[in-house]
C-alpha cells in the first residue's frame, strides 16, 4: 500500500515537470523569440530540439513506469531470462543516430547565419571593461566627430544593498544605452581592455565573447524598434553581475537624429573642456560621478576596503600633489582594479570628480581642478 | 590452516593504523569519509550562495566573497567530493570484485590518500588569506586568474597540483590492480561492470590530469616569472587557456560519471534480479564514450569566436555522444523491464539516477545545438544541466553505492525507513532545487552573479528552498552511516537476493584480508 | 598470495603509465606552439602573422573587387600613450600594395617601450592580409614626449574569399617596458 502511494507521488512528479515545462514555454520564462531572423530561427530551433526530446523521454520514461508498476517481485513478477540481443542493440543505435542528423541539419544552416558578417551598414565597436561597456560608432573617415561613450550601471547602490526600493529595471538600467537604427545590417567589432567579458543581448540572439588583445565579430539586423537588455555572461571579477547591457533600437530617421546630435555633443564638450567651471559645479558633478563610478569600492563615505579598495579619506594621493590625483585618475593604478578614466570620462567629468575627491570626505585642500588641467596632463604629462 | 590466523594480527590500534595502512578497505573507508566531509564543506559553500540568492539584492555577502563560493564550491565537490568517492569505491570493490588480495601498489595507495587532506587544507585555508580566495570560477580562465587573481592563486596552483598526482598515482594503481591481479578465470569480459568502467575512466584520468598539471604551471608561470602562454601582450592568447583547459576539463566530467554507470550497472540488475542487458555493448558504449570525450571540448567555448568549420566539427562530435549514452541508458531500461523488482533504498536511488541523469543529458543535446548555446551559455540553463548529472547523476550513484554495499563494509543493515526517508526528501529537494535553474537559464539569467534582475525573484527563492531541503537531508544519511557502522540488523554474506559477484561471497563484514588465495574460478560468472 | 610474476607485470605497467603521465605532460606544453602553428596557418584566431611578405614586382592587381579595409587602435588603459591611425579605413583592391600610418605619442614622463598586437575581423581574411612593413613587427621606443608616424604598408592577397568585402585590422598597444629586449640591449651599450 505504501509502495503504491509513492508511485503515484513519483508518477505525479514526473508529469508535473514535463507539462510545467511545457506550460512555461507558453509564457515568457521561455527564451525569448527576440526580435531578429537569427533570434527566430534560435527560438525554433531550441523549441524543436526540446520536444524531440521530450519525445524520447515520454517513451522511455514511460517503459521504465509500466516496468516499475507491473514487473515488481510484490506482484509476482518472475524475472526474465533474457540479457543481450544484437539486433536490438543495432536498432537503438541508429534511430538515435538518425534523429541526430534530423537535428544537425537545421543547427548547421543557423549556425551559417549567423556567422555571415558581410554586407554591413553600420560597424560599431564594442569593448568590454570592469564592470562597464564602451561603445564607439566606427567612422568612414577621421574628419568625422567620433561618437564614444561608456555605458553603465545607473541602478543606485542603495537598491542593490536593500535601503531603498528597486526599480523596475534593477540591474538592467544604464546611463547611455547603445543606440542603433533598425532594418539596417550592423556589425559589432568586439573586444576586451582587461580580462574576458561577454556581450550578450537575448532579444537579438547574440552573445560573443570579448577577448583582450584580440577582435570577435558578430551581426545583426534588428526587425523592431524598442529597447532590449542583455547582461554580462562571462566572470569579469567582482562587479560582473552589474554591468548590463541596455539597447535602444530606433528607426533610420530617428536614429541618425540621434547620432548628429552625438557628434553635436561631442564637439561641444571640446569646447567645454576649454572654460573653466566654479567650485560649485565642480562639486556637485563631481559627487554625481563619484556616486556612479567610484562609490562601489571606495565606498559613499570615502573610506573603501582596505587594503584592496583604499581610503580616499585622508589620503595622501586625494590631498598631497594634485598631479598625482590627476594621474591617478587619467592613468589607473597598474595591477589593481584602479581604471584609467583618462577613456572613460571626458576631462570636464574628470576636472569635476578630481575636484570632488580632494575637498570631500574632509580631505579640504580648497584645491580646483579644471578641465585644462586635466588636458594638459593628458596631452604633456604635467 | 585459515589464512587469518598466520602473520597477520588483524589491524594495528589507535592513528597509527590510519596513518600507515596500505590495506586497501581502510584506505577506501578514508577516501569516503573524507569525500563525504568535502561534499558537506562543498554544500554549506552552495548554501552560501542560495541563501545570497534567495532573494534579489546583496543580504548577506560582498560580490567577491559570492565569488570565492562558487568558485570554491565547484573546486570542493569535483576534487574534493566526487573524485574521492569514486576512488574510494574502487579502492574497497575492485580487488573484492576481481578476486584480488589488494591493490597492486599498497604503499602508493596510502599516499595518494594523505597528500589529498594536505592539499585541501592548503587549499581552503586560501578563504583565510590576504586578498580572500580563488574567486575566477572553479573554471579559473586567464586572464582573470592570472593577471586579475588574488595572490592566494599561487597556493590554488600548489594544491591543483598536489590533488592532480593523487589522483594519476590512484589511477596507475587501478590500472595495475585490473590488469595483472584479476583472479584465474576473471577474464576482461568477466569482470563487473564497475571494474571496466574504473578502468577505462584511469586511462582518462592518465591522460588528461597531467594537461591540466600543465595548465596550471603555465598559469604559475604568467604570474611570477614574466611569460605570456595567456597574455595577447607578449604574444600569448587567453582562448589558448581555454583549449588547454577544456582537453582536460572535458574528459574530466566523463571522469566524474563513468564510475557512476558502473555502479547503476550492479544495482539495477541485483534489485531486478535480472542479468544486466547487453553486458558487451555496455562495456563498447564506455569505451565509445570515453575516446569521444577527447574530441569535444570546445562546445564549452562555443561564444569565445572559433571560426564556422571548429564551431561545425565540436557541434556534431558532441551530438555524437549522445548515441553510446542513449544505448547504456536502454540497456538499463531492458534490464528492469520484465524483471522482478524490489525498490530497496540502493534502488530507488539507481532508478532516479537514470531519470534525472537523463534528464541532464537531454539538456546537454539542447546545449550541444551551436547556435542555440549562443542564448544558453554561461547562464543557469548550463548550472541546471551540470547540476542534473552530477548530483542526481554522479552524487545519487555514490549515495546508491554507499547503501549497496554498507552492509558488506560494516557487518550491518543500514535503518531502510531512514534510508527511503533520506532518498526522497533527496529527491524532492534535488528537482525543486535544480529544475527551475533551467527557466531562469532560458530567461536569461546569467551564471556566477551574486545579484539578479526581479523578473528571475520568483524562481530563484523557490530553487533556494529545494537547496536548503537537500542539504539538510544530508544529515540524515551521516546519521545513517554512523548508526550503521554501530550496529544493527547483522548482514548474510549474500546481503541482497539478487546480488551476483565475488564481493557477495565472503563474509559480512568483509574480512580485513580477503582473497589471499584466489577464489574458486567456478564462481566466476559473468554479470 | 602474490607470485613470483606480480611484481615484475606490476612495474612494466606502472613504467609505461609514468611514461605516458610525462607525455601527456608534455604534449600539453607541446601544444602551446601547436595551437599557433595552426592559427598561423589558418587564421584561425584572427592573428597575422608577424613575418614580412614582400610585394612582388607586377603583383596581380584584382580590379574588379574593392575591398574596404577598416583600422580601429587601442592602446592600453593605464599606458599615457595616444595611439591613432592615419584613416578610419580605406577601400582598396587586392593585390594593390597601401599604407595608412599610426601616430604614436608617449605623454609620460619616462622612456618606455609599446608593442602593438593586431588582430584581424573576420577570422578568415587574417591570413590574406600580408604587411609588408608594419611597425607592429617591432618594439617602438618613444622618449617622454615624444610622437612618432609608424608606418604600416599592406596589401590584400588576391586570394581572398569572394564573399568578404569588408575586413577591420586592430592593433591594441602594450606597455613593454619592463619587458624590453631592445631597451635592455640599449641601456647595454
Same mark, same amino acid.
Given at each position: 500500500m505504501l509502495s503504491k502511494a509513492k508511485l503515484w507521488l513519483g508518477l505525479a512528479l514526473s508529469t508535473l515537470m514535463f507539462w510545467s515545462a511545457s506550460l512555461q514555454a507558453a509564457w515568457e520564462l521561455n527564451m525569448p523569440r527576440g526580435v531578429t531572423q537569427i533570434s527566430r530561427d534560435t527560438y525554433d530551433l531550441h523549441m524543436t530540439i526540446f520536444w524531440w526530446v521530450v519525445a524520447i523521454g515520454v517513451v522511455v520514461f514511460g517503459v521504465m513506469l509500466w516496468s516499475i508498476i507491473n514487473h515488481r517481485k510484490s506482484n509476482g513478477a518472475k524475472p526474465a531470462s533474457f540479457h543481450e540481443s544484437t539486433k536490438v542493440e543495432i536498432v537503438w543505435t541508429l534511430i538515435p543516430f538518425a534523429i541526430l542528423i534530423m537535428m544537425a541539419i537545421p543547427a548547421t544552416r543557423v549556425l551559417t547565419d549567423a556567422y555571415d558578417t558581410s554586407g554591413s551598414e553600420l560597424d560599431i565597436q564594442i569593448t568590454g571593461y570592469q564592470w562597464r561597456w564602451e561603445y564607439t560608432y566606427m567612422r568612414e573617415n577621421m574628419d568625422e566627430e567620433e561618437v564614444s561613450f561608456f555605458s553603465i550601471l545607473s541602478t543606485s547602490r542603495e537598491e542593490i544593498s536593500n535601503d531603498i526600493d528597486k526599480s523596475e529595471n534593477y540591474l538592467l538600467d544604464v546611463d547611455r544605452p547603445l543606440v542603433i537604427p533598425t532594418d539596417t545590417r550592423i556589425r559589432f567589432l568586439m573586444t576586451s581592455a582587461d580580462v574576458i567579458h561577454s556581450w550578450w543581448v537575448p532579444d537579438f540572439a547574440i552573445k560573443k565573447d570579448t577577448i583582450p588583445g584580440f577582435i570577435n565579430e558578430t551581426w545583426t539586423v534588428v526587425d523592431e524598434p524598442g529597447i532590449y537588455r542583455g547582461q554580462c555572461a562571462e566572470l569579469c571579477g567582482m562587479e560582473h553581475g552589474f554591468m548590463p547591457i541596455v539597447v535602444h533600437a530606433l528607426p533610420p530617421e530617428e536614429y541618425q537624429a540621434w547620432y548628429a546630435e552625438q557628434q553635436q555633443a561631442a564637439a561641444g564638450i571640446r569646447e567645454l573642456a576649454a572654460a573653466e567651471m566654479t567650485m560649485d559645479d565642480a562639486m556637485s558633478q563631481g559627487e554625481q560621478i563619484y556616486n556612479q563610478n567610484c562609490v562601489a569600492c571606495h565606498q559613499a563615505d570615502g573610506v573603501g576596503m582596505p587594503p584592496v579598495f583604499p581610503a580616499l579619506a585622508g589620503s595622501p594621493k586625494a590631498t598631497g600633489d594634485r598631479l598625482v590625483t590627476i594621474d591617478t585618475l587619467v592613468n589607473g593604478v597598474e595591477g589593481t582594479s584602479m581604471a584609467a578614466y583618462g577613456r572613460q570620462l571626458n576631462p570636464i567629468q574628470l576636472a569635476a570628480v578630481i575636484t570632488f575627491v580632494r575637498n570631500a570626505f574632509g580631505n579640504d585642500t580648497g584645491d580646483l581642478v579644471q578641465p585644462t588641467d586635466v588636458n594638459a596632463y593628458i596631452q604633456e604629462g604635467q | 590452516m585459515s589464512a587469518a590466523h598466520d602473520h597477520h594480527h588483524g589491524p594495528a590500534k589507535g592513528i597509527s593504523r590510519w596513518l600507515f595502512t596500505t590495506n586497501h578497505k581502510d584506505i577506501g573507508t578514508m577516501y569516503l569519509l573524507f569525500s563525504f566531509a568535502m561534499f558537506l564543506l562543498g554544500g554549506t559553500f552552495a548554501l552560501v550562495i542560495r541563501a545570497e540568492l534567495f532573494q534579489p539584492g546583496l543580504q548577506f555577502v560582498e560580490p567577491n566573497f559570492f565569488n570565492q563560493m562558487t568558485t570554491m564550491h565547484g573546486l570542493i565537490m569535483v576534487f574534493g567530493a566526487v573524485m574521492p568517492a569514486f576512488v574510494g569505491l574502487a579502492n574497497w570493490m575492485i580487488p573484492l570484485m576481481i578476486g584480488a588480495p589488494d591493490m597492486a601498489l599498497p604503499r602508493m595507495n596510502n599516499w595518494s590518500f594523505w597528500i589529498l587532506p594536505f592539499a585541501f587544507a592548503m587549499m581552503v585555508s586560501t578563504l583565510f588569506m590576504e586578498g580572500g580566495g580563488p574567486n575566477f570560477g572553479w573554471t579559473f580562465y586567464a586572464p582573470l586568474s592570472t593577471t586579475y587573481g588574488p595572490p592566494s592563486t599561487t597556493f590554488f596552483i600548489f594544491a591543483v597540483h598536489i590533488l592532480g598526482a593523487s589522483s594519476i598515482m590512484g589511477a596507475i594503481n587501478v590500472i595495475a590492480t585490473i590488469l595483472n591481479m584479476r583472479a584465474p578465470g576473471m577474464t576482461l569480459m568477466k569482470m563487473p561492470l564497475f571494474v571496466w568502467t574504473w578502468l577505462i575512466t584511469a586511462y582518462l584520468l592518465i591522460a588528461v590530469m597531467p594537461v591540466l598539471a600543465g595548465v596550471v604551471t603555465m598559469m604559475l608561470f604568467d604570474i611570477h616569472f614574466g611569460t605570456a602562454f595567456f597574455d595577447a601582450a607578449g604574444g600569448g592568447d587567453p582562448v589558448l587557456f581555454q583549449h588547454l583547459f577544456w582537453f582536460f576539463g572535458h574528459p574530466e566530467v566523463y571522469i566524474m560519471i563513468l564510475p557512476a554507470f558502473g555502479i547503476v550497472s550492479a544495482i539495477i540488475p541485483t534489485f531486478a534480479r535480472k542479468r544486466l542487458f547487453g553486458y558487451e555493448s555496455m562495456v563498447y558504449a564506455t569505451a565509445s564514450i570515453a575516446f569521444?570525450?577527447?574530441?569535444?571540448?570546445?562546445?564549452?567555448?562555443?561564444?569565445?569566436?572559433?571560426?564556422?568549420?571548429?564551431?561545425? %566539427?565540436? $557541434?556534431?562530435?558532441?551530438?555524437?555522444?549522445?548515441?553510446?549514452?542513449?544505448?547504456?541508458? %536502454?540497456?538499463?531500461?531492458?534490464?528492469? %523491464?520484465?524483471?522482478?523488482?524490489? %525498490?530497496?533504498?540502493?534502488?530507488? +536511488?539507481?532508478?532516479?539516477?537514470?531519470?534525472?541523469?537523463?534528464?541532464?543529458?537531454?539538456?546537454?543535446?539542447?546545449?550541444?545545438?551551436?547556435?542555440?548555446?549562443?542564448?544558453?551559455?554561461?547562464?543557469?540553463?548550463?548550472?541546471?544541466?551540470?547540476?542534473?548529472?552530477?548530483?542526481?547523476?554522479?552524487? +545519487?550513484?555514490? $549515495?546508491?553505492?554507499t547503501y549497496y554495499w554498507l552492509p558488506k563494509w560494516t557487518g550491518y543493515m543500514y535503518d531502510e525507513n531512514l534510508g527511503k526517508l533520506h532518498f526522497w526528501l533527496s529527491f524532492i529537494g534535488v528537482n525543486v532545487l535544480f529544475f527551475p535553474q533551467h527557466f531562469l537559464g532560458l530567461a536569461g539569467m546569467p551564471r556566477r552573479i551574486p545579484d539578479y534582475a526581479l523578473q528571475f525573484a520568483d524562481f530563484n527563492w523557490i530553487s533556494s528552498v529545494g537547496g536548503f531541503l537537500f542539504g539538510f537531508s544530508q544529515l540524515i544519511l551521516v546519521y545513517i552511516v554512523y548508526k550503521c557502522a554501530r550496529g544493527g540488523k547483522p548482514a548474510s554474506a549474500q546481503v541482497w537476493e539478487g546480488a551476483q559477484g565475488l564481493e557477495w561471497t565472503v563474509p559480512s563484514p568483509a574480512p580485513y584480508h580477503t582473497f589471499e588465495t584466489p577464489p574458486d574460478p567456478a564462481l566466476i560468472k559473468a554479470p | 598470495m602474490k607470485t613470483d610474476k606480480a611484481p615484475s607485470k606490476n612495474k612494466t605497467v606502472v613504467t609505461k603509465l609514468s611514461f605516458a603521465v610525462v607525455g601527456m605532460f608534455a604534449f600539453g606544453f607541446a601544444l602551446v606552439p601547436l595551437y599557433d602553428v595552426i592559427c598561423d596557418i589558418t587564421g584561425l584566431n584572427g592573428k597575422t602573422s608577424n613575418l614580412v611578405v614582400q610585394a612582388e614586382a607586377g603583383e596581380i592587381i584584382d580590379e574588379s573587387r574593392e575591398i574596404t579595409v577598416q583600422f580601429i587602435a587601442r592602446e592600453s588603459a593605464d599606458m599615457g600613450w595616444g595611439f591613432t591611425p592615419s584613416a578610419a579605413q580605406v577601400k582598396v583592391k587586392p593585390g594593390e600594395v597601401n599604407m595608412i600610418s599610426y601616430k604614436v605619442t608617449n605623454s609620460s614622463d619616462k622612456v618606455m617601450v609599446g608593442q602593438a598586437?593586431?588582430?584581424?575581423?573576420?577570422?578568415?581574411?587574417?591570413?590574406?592580409?600580408?604587411?609588408?612593413?608594419?611597425?607592429?613587427?617591432?618594439?617602438?621606443?618613444?622618449? &617622454?614626449?615624444?610622437?612618432?608616424?609608424?608606418?604600416?604598408?599592406?596589401?590584400?592577397? &588576391?586570394?581572398?574569399?569572394?564573399?568578404?568585402?569588408?575586413?577591420?585590422?586592430?592593433?591594441?598597444?602594450?606597455?613593454?617596458?619592463?619587458?624590453?629586449d631592445k631597451l635592455k640591449a640599449l641601456a647595454a651599450r
Open positions: - | 569521444l570525450s577527447f574530441i569535444v571540448w570546445a562546445h564549452h567555448m562555443f561564444t569565445v569566436g572559433m571560426p564556422l568549420a571548429g564551431q561545425l %566539427f565540436f $557541434m556534431y562530435a558532441t551530438m555524437l555522444i549522445a548515441v553510446p549514452t542513449g544505448v547504456k541508458v %536502454f540497456n538499463w531500461v531492458a534490464t528492469m %523491464f520484465r524483471g522482478s523488482m524490489t %525498490f530497496e533504498t540502493p534502488m530507488l +536511488f539507481a532508478i532516479a539516477f537514470v531519470v534525472l541523469f537523463t534528464i541532464g543529458g537531454f539538456t546537454g543535446v539542447m546545449l550541444a545545438i551551436t547556435p542555440v548555446d549562443f542564448q544558453y551559455h554561461d547562464t543557469y540553463f548550463v548550472v541546471a544541466h551540470f547540476h542534473y548529472v552530477l548530483v542526481p547523476g554522479a552524487v +545519487f550513484s555514490i $549515495m546508491a553505492a | 598586437i593586431p588582430s584581424v575581423a573576420p577570422n578568415a581574411a587574417a591570413g590574406h592580409l600580408n604587411k609588408v612593413e608594419c611597425f607592429c613587427f617591432e618594439e617602438q621606443i618613444l622618449q &617622454p614626449g615624444e610622437s612618432a608616424d609608424m608606418p604600416l604598408r599592406f596589401f590584400v592577397d &588576391p586570394a581572398l574569399s569572394a564573399d568578404i568585402s569588408k575586413l577591420t585590422l586592430s592593433y591594441t598597444l602594450y606597455d613593454i617596458t619592463e619587458k624590453s
